[in-house]
């Protein structure tokens, strides 16, 4: 009697996967990961979402979903559990910045930050452990601000260093599983969506320029090999590398002092 053998669809999926890096991310996935089936990409603009579909091809799923409210979230677990698919890779793209002081950014972009930021990732990764076996990848997408506390981006900067400690913990509990989770720490991305957001607030001079920002095609294929070749960090440019080295040096205080020099440049 002959049984069919049922194999796992082989996935990723891509928050925050509409613009930017996310998009990137999508873009270079189906071009060199070619064990997956299919890509599921999440983000809240189905327009967009639609359109990398139509231009991008590995087959893709489009969700529209919102990470911050609780009924996405409900929303993807009851289609991985109708599914059952193997995530072989997970990349929690999605967040935002603010520029500004206290007086600047608001309490419910302060309260949004935190929620997409720490709170969305933590619940993604979460809700995809189950459908990951050994050898599935966790890209959490954090920031250079990870390494230090920034003034006129401290709630920001707060929350990557959130996602980043996590990260590094999460990597030692997943030893046994053979999953390897990567804290991905870039620079300014100057071909993002990120700098026009984050400039949107009443402090207009808080930063004044982005200087040396990378682009998001090298950040995405460096940060992408680092993954596979399973570094607890990925620094995707020579910024990012200096910065996360001479903060391990140089105590806060002054850190935060040259950051006050540097962002009137």
């Known amino acids: 009697m002959n049984h069919a053998i049922l194999i796992a669809m082989r996935i990723a999926i891509i928050t925050g996967a509409s613009s930017g890096l996310g998009k990137e991310y999508v ?32 087959p893709v799923r489009p969700l529209s979903m919102d990470l911050t409210e609780e009924s996405s979230m409900k929303e993807l677990e009851d289609l991985l559990q109708a599914e059952k698919p193997q995530i072989q890779l997970l990349i929690n793209a999605a967040g935002f910045g603010k520029v500004g002081n206290y007086q600047a950014v608001s309490r419910l972009e302060s309260d949004r930050m935190i929620t997409l930021n720490c ?4 619940d993604m990764t979460l809700i995809c452990l189950p459908y990951m076996q050994r050898g599935s990848r966790i890209m959490e997408v ?13 709630i920001y900067a707060a929350s990557k260093a959130f996602l980043y400690r996590y990260s ?10 053979g999953i390897k989770v990567t804290a991905v720490c870039p620079y300014w991305i ?27 095609r090298s950040v995405a294929a460096l940060s992408l090999f680092d993954s596979r070749i399973g570094l607890p960090v990925s620094t ?20 935060m002092g040259l950051w006050a ?5």
């Open 168 to 177: 590094r913990a999460l990597r030692v509990e997943l030893f046994p599983r």
């Open 119 to 122: 709170k969305s990732a933590v």
């Open 190 to 216: 100057k071909d993002t969506e990120f700098i026009p957001v984050a400039k949107q607030t009443d402090s207009k001079k808080a930063i004044r320029h982005f200087p040396l920002a990378g682009h998001s």
């Open 261 to 265: 020099l540097i962002r009137r440049i």
């Open 142 to 154: 954090c920031s250079t601000a990870a390494f230090q506390p920034f003034q006129m981006l401290a």
């Open 27 to 58: 873009r270079q996935l189906a071009h060199k990961e070619k064990q997956l089936d299919q890509l599921w990409i999440i983000a809240r603009r189905t327009d967009r979402l639609e359109e990398i579909k139509k231009n991008t091809p590995l």
């Open 236 to 255: 995707p440019g020579p910024i990012c590398f200096l910065h996360r080295i001479v903060a391990k040096f140089i105590p806060g205080e002054l850190m």
